[in-house]
């Protein structure tokens, strides 16, 4: 459960941190650019301190550390070969990210000094060290926004180094604290990026990060008596953070593998990045790249849970070429151009586990504002002749700039999807008969009556206060033109 407290202050921190390192990146290159930086970064020591734990461990009975091991001829093959098949890359001692903190602020002289070629080197040695791996296609290119050659970074070596230096001592001060994080770290960082900087092309933080609230339902409904999943899956993933959080809720927490796929090059890194930073191993996720509704990377893969929060109404070019995908073939008929939301659901029904499938996809209902949840299962235990409908319009916190989906809201919602039975002005089990008189029309309200009886109005009343206002009113002029008679205007 969310600790809201906790979420306030950890994100308030990380909010303030990120500022600062921002700050120092703003007047040299658009937000687009430098939030690359941040979280290329950020993912670096990462996965150094991944490396430097991993090896604490293992070498402990040895009494040596990574740095005499792997300065010794004979341990040195095989500590590499270890962190290759546990971790998926290797980081060599000297450029673990805090020998490259050392450099900066402490340095032993000039020739030992940080600079920002040494860092650029360290990036290259870590992703060549997985070509040809089996972790390859985990890592491939997810440092390719973090580009430290760029003119925008100084058009010198010094400056760039200078900079870049800048911006890792920062991000060492900050404590991730992942694993007593009420929030997904990258994706949270990404969205307080582009916020503080809403010039940003017009971009929200929406395309690459599914508010919390919103996440949790999801992922809650989709997994509702499952232990583990064998496979999980989201075809718009964004950077991951649904699909993480399908695995908290999990009651075991075990997923055999993990399915993404995500169109935007940026936030597909982002995805894989979150994977590896949540401790996800390399060879039980696969995010690829690519348009879901264009070319399916999944194959003949059959999914336990799938969830999604897809682009709503996207458009699309329809074509009828489509229609030889087996993932639309069944319907006979292409979703309309302009509404693309349709074929993220095929694509998903598709992908459906026969034994236990289940599908959790959140959409747009009727107009651009409200949203729906749709939940598909494969088997429907009975109710295959029924469909439960649950209106939540009003299970939400009131915010300034953004309403929040608390957890008393999500508690509400999951118990009447558990109980399957009516609750006045809440939920209603329709049954097809009833759904086929309303023209095969899914829309709520159809189903769910909210309205509220009024009090009734006592028109006499109320013509005695108008009558009182007008005479109120008419007794402030005539005092008003008084007083002005008196002073002769």
Not at 38 to 63: A, N, V, W
Not at 334 to 343: E, V
């Amino acid at each position: 459960m969310i600790d809201s407290a906790k979420y306030q202050a950890q994100a308030s921190e990380l909010s303030q941190k990120l500022w600062a390192i921002a700050n120092d990146l703003r007047g040299n290159m658009d937000s687009t650019k430098f939030r690359n930086y941040i979280l290329g970064t950020i993912f670096y020591r990462y996965l150094s301190e991944r490396t430097k734990d991993y090896m604490q461990e293992i070498l402990k009975e040895d009494g040596l550390t990574y740095e005499q091991a792997f300065a010794d001829d004979d341990y040195r093959p095989v500590v590499e070969q270890w962190s290759i098949e546990h971790l998926g890359y290797i980081i060599r001692p000297e450029n673990l990210f805090g020998e490259l903190v050392r450099k900066i602020v402490r340095p032993d002289g000039d020739a030992d000094r940080f600079n920002v070629e040494d860092y650029e080197r360290a990036v290259n040695e870590l992703i060549g060290s997985t070509m040809g791996q089996a972790s390859e296609a985990a890592f491939s290119g997810l440092f390719n926004d973090m580009k430290l050659q760029d003119p925008d970074l100084g058009d010198t070596v010094a400056a760039r180094t200078s900079l870049i230096a800048k911006v890792i001592v920062k991000i060492s001060e900050i404590d991730f604290k992942l694993a007593d994080s009420q929030f997904d770290v990258l994706g949270t960082a990404y969205m307080i990026l582009i916020g503080l900087f809403a010039s940003d092309a017009g971009k929200k933080s929406g395309e690459f990060f599914t508010p919390t609230g919103p996440s949790k339902l999801v992922a809650t409904l989709a997994t509702v008596g499952l232990d583990e999943a064998r496979t999980v899956g989201d075809c718009t993933c964004g950077s991951a953070s649904m699909l993480l959080e399908v695995q908290k809720h999990l009651t075991t927490g075990r997923v055999g593998h993990f399915y993404g796929q995500e169109n935007n090059a940026t936030t597909y890194n982002l995805a894989r990045m979150n994977m590896l930073m949540h401790g996800v191993d390399y060879q039980h996720f696969d995010i690829y790249k690519g348009d879901t509704l264009r070319e399916d990377k999944y194959g003949d893969v059959k999914m336990t849970v799938q969830v999604c929060n897809p682009p709503y109404s996207l458009k699309y070019d329809g074509n009828p070429a489509l229609l030889d995908d087996p993932r639309y073939s069944g319907a006979g008929k292409l979703p309309p151009k302009s509404h693309a939301d349709y074929a993220f659901v095929e694509h998903m029904v598709y992908h459906m586990d026969d034994d236990d499938g289940r599908v959790a996809v959140l959409l747009p209902h009727g107009t651009s504002i409200p949203v729906c949840l749709l939940v598909l299962k494969a088997k429907r235990n009975g109710d295959s002749g029924n469909v439960l409908f649950i209106d939540a319009s009003k299970e939400f916190k009131p915010g300034k700039n953004q309403n929040t989906l608390e957890d008393a809201h999500i508690q509400k919602i999951v118990e009447a999807y558990r109980n399957r039975a009516d609750v006045d002005k809440f939920a209603h089990v329709a049954d097809m008969a009833e759904i086929e008189a309303n023209g095969w029309n899914l829309n709520i309200p159809r189903y769910v009556d909210t309205f509220e009886e009024e009090e009734p109005v006592d028109l006499a009343v109320v013509r005695a206060e108008l009558k009182q206002i007008e005479a109120d009113k008419q007794a402030a002029i005539d005092k008003v033109e008084s007083m002005l008679h008196q002073l002769g205007l």
